[in-house]
């Protein structure tokens, strides 16, 4: 997890996302204050990053995963994961910030 974390504050994602964790997770988001997304009604969509008997995994949802099913849930491994975490991460922004510029980071890169 800590690679998948280094690679996003060296693409600044973390000027755009909120990181916060619970007991199992790692979790993502773009509210504006660390109040809990449990006591938003509705609760906004996040990110989570975690492990379960699959390994590790990336999920999108509107709720805790620990106690429901989430809308996309993908197993990661170490190569894979700041690419799965990228395109998790634009989709959160998408759907929470669809007036405000795309992050540079989610720029397309040249090869």
């Known amino acids: 997890m800590l690679s998948v974390i280094r690679t996003g504050v060296e693409e600044s994602l973390d000027k755009y996302f909120r990181a916060g964790q619970s007991m199992q997770h790692i979790i993502f988001s773009t509210c504006d204050s660390h109040d809990g997304l449990e006591r938003y009604n509705p609760a906004p969509p996040r990110v989570t990053i975690g492990r379960d008997e699959g390994g590790y ?3 999108y949802s509107r709720s805790n995963v620990w106690f429901s099913l989430p809308d996309q849930k ?5 190569e894979d994961a700041p ?3 990228r395109s998790y991460l634009l989709k959160l922004w998408l759907e929470t910030r669809p007036n405000e510029p795309i992050p540079p980071a989610f720029a397309p890169r040249s090869r």
């Open 57 to 59: 995994f990336l999920a």
């Open 74 to 78: 993908d197993i990661i491994t170490s």
């Open 83 to 85: 690419k799965v975490m």
